[in-house]
Structure formats: structure tokens, C-alpha cells
């Protein structure tokens, strides 16, 4: 039984479209984070989130912003996507100290 | 900072044997959390076993134990009886500091043999 979910799980979009990629999760939990993931290849912190009203960018530069008005809820949003933005999304959160659990994934393809 | 490094990018294995996934770390932090995650073809990502910096003991979770050595800064995966289900990408990470945010390896894929 999931506690962090992603939607959707996988999405088609032309160029230019805004998306937003929605992350809830039910633990509780203050620390949320995105990471970007081609296939095969190592996980890249592009967002995190300490609690509501705080979002710091990540290690790899991404055109995406965050949002966190809730702490249950850690939407990512491109305004234009571009086929550079093809890639899984992946989002976590973690209590204090402890490891972090992942959603699902959304897997975007921008053609 | 913080870095996790995976030599192996691919593993293969008999299907009941064991196998060791390594793991090398660094860190300028003293106190510091090691973990491994699983993430099969669909592409979840799921925690697998977790080591702390001032654990004595090795961390075990059934099939998975983690062989932990501090003063080579290694934390290898050992998986026993390997089944045909453990095929997988495995990634170690490392969170410490303040902001104790993981930091992720470049995996290493396994596959299992019948």
C-alpha cells in the first residue's frame, strides 16, 4: 500500500505544452524531493522541499519549478516542455534522518 | 559533499547462488545514513536495507545484508539465494550532514540466471 503517489504515470506531450506532475503523500512527512532519471542511469536531485513554503533548487539545473502550499502535496511544473525534458520524474519524501520513499514515477515523453 | 560510487554496471548470477553489489562512499561528515534501493523494469524505486554511520553491527533484512567496512568506506549489498525475481537495477546512496538528502550511485544492473 502505497503512501506517496505520482500521477500520471506516464504521459505523451507535444512541445510547448505546460505540465504539471503531481506528488502527495499521507506519511506525514516535512522533507519532500524530485529527482530526474534517464533510463538506465543515476537518480539526479533537481527539487527538495523542507515543509510548506520552502523549495530549494537541486544539484542538476532543470527548467522545472516546485511548489509546496501543502505538505502533503509537492507538484512540479514545466511551463514549455521541450523534448530535453524526456526523462522519468521521480518523487520521494523522509522523515527526520531516515530513508526516503518513492512514488512511482512519472515517465514523460515530449515529442 | 558526498559521493557514492558503483563500479559494476552489470552483474550476473545462478539463481540460488549469492552475489555482492559494491559500494564505496565518501563523506566529510562523521555522522552519515548508507542505504540501497532496488528498482525493477517498471520503475519504482524500492528501500531495501539501511546502514548508519555508528552502527557496530552489519544491517541484515531477510535475503539482503550489508557488508559494511568504515575505515575502507566501502558498503557492499550481499543478496543470498538469489531468485529470478531479484533482476533489477540496484542503486546505494548516501545522505548526511544538515540537510541529510540522498545522494544516489549509477546503479548496478543485476540479472539472475535460471
Known amino acids: 500500500e502505497a503512501d506517496i503517489y505520482q500521477t500520471p504515470r506516464y504521459l505523451v506531450i507535444g512541445t510547448g505544452k505546460k505540465i504539471t506532475l503531481e506528488c502527495s503523500q499521507t506519511?506525514?512527512?516535512?522533507?519532500m524531493y524530485w529527482y530526474q532519471q534517464d533510463p538506465g542511469m543515476e537518480l539526479h536531485l533537481i527539487h527538495y522541499s523542507y515543509g510548506v513554503n520552502s523549495t530549494e533548487k537541486g544539484d542538476l539545473s532543470s527548467e522545472s519549478t516546485v511548489s509546496r502550499i501543502r505538505t502533503e502535496h509537492f507538484p512540479l511544473t514545466l511551463e514549455s516542455a521541450r523534448p530535453s525534458h524526456t526523462s522519468q520524474y521521480l518523487c520521494a519524501t523522509a522523515g527526520v534522518n531516515t530513508e526516503a520513499f518513492f512514488g512511482q514515477g512519472t515517465r514523460l515523453t515530449v515529442v | 559533499a558526498q559521493k557514492i560510487t558503483q563500479t559494476q554496471p552489470g552483474m550476473f548470477v545462478q539463481e540460488k547462488e549469492a552475489v555482492t553489489l559494491d559500494c564505496t562512499y565518501d563523506?566529510?561528515?562523521?555522522?552519515?545514513?548508507l542505504f540501497w534501493y532496488k528498482q525493477p523494469s517498471s520503475g519504482e524505486m524500492i528501500f531495501l536495507i539501511y546502514?548508519?554511520?555508528?552502527?557496530?553491527q552489519n544491517a541484515t533484512e531477510g535475503r539482503y545484508s550489508l557488508n559494511f567496512q568504515k575505515a575502507r568506506k566501502s558498503a557492499n549489498l550481499v543478496i543470498s539465494a538469489s531468485q529470478l525475481g531479484d533482476s533489477a537495477m540496484y542503486f546505494c546512496?548516501?545522505?548526511?550532514?544538515?540537510?541529510?538528502?540522498?545522494?544516489f550511485g549509477r546503479g548496478t544492473s543485476l540479472i539472475v540466471h535460471p
Open positions: 506519511m506525514g512527512h516535512d522533507k
Open positions: 546512496a548516501i545522505a548526511s550532514g544538515g540537510s541529510y538528502i540522498p545522494t
Open positions: 546502514q548508519g554511520s555508528y552502527d557496530e
Open positions: 563523506t566529510s561528515d562523521q555522522s552519515y545514513g
